[in-house]
Nanobody, 122 residues
Framework: QVQLVESGGGLVQPGGSLKLSCAAS????????MGWYRQDPGKERELVAL???????DYADSVKGRFTISRDNAKNTVYLKMNSLKPEDTAVYYC????????????????WGKGTLVTVSS
């Protein structure tokens, strides 16, 4: 069974920084894309940033230039460094791993973490 565990959320003042981490555990052979999504209460979950296995990245327009996504394939871990945080960045941040290949699911399956809360407030 594959599990994603996020860490690094918390309370930060506007203009501050946080770094989120998400580690995937289990008998993993490979992971296609890894990404971060966020969701405000009453709103739909939205993509924040995505990174391919080879390192290609994609960002939501609202975070370009402020957030940086990276991954360590050897550790099956993805990171999100968030700088110049704004109150509108407040949300629960979810980690996603796309097309995770394992011995029991060689075709690849999608997995989500349980989320970590980021609150930007003075």
């Amino acid at each position: 069974q594959v599990q994603l565990v996020e860490s690094g959320g918390g309370l930060v003042q506007p203009g501050g920084s946080l770094k989120l981490s998400c580690a995937a555990s289990g008998s993993i052979r490979s992971i296609n894309h890894m990404g971060w999504y966020r969701q405000d209460p009453g709103k739909e979950r939205e993509l924040v940033a995505l990174i391919g296995r080879g390192g290609s990245t994609d960002y939501a327009d609202s975070v370009k230039g402020r957030f940086t996504i990276s991954r360590d394939n050897a550790k099956n871990t993805v990171y999100l460094k968030m700088n110049s945080l704004k109150p509108e960045d407040t949300a629960v941040y979810y980690c996603n791993a796309d097309r995770v290949e394992t011995a029991v699911a060689p075709w690849g399956m999608d997995y989500w973490g349980k989320g970590t809360l980021v609150t930007v407030s003075s």
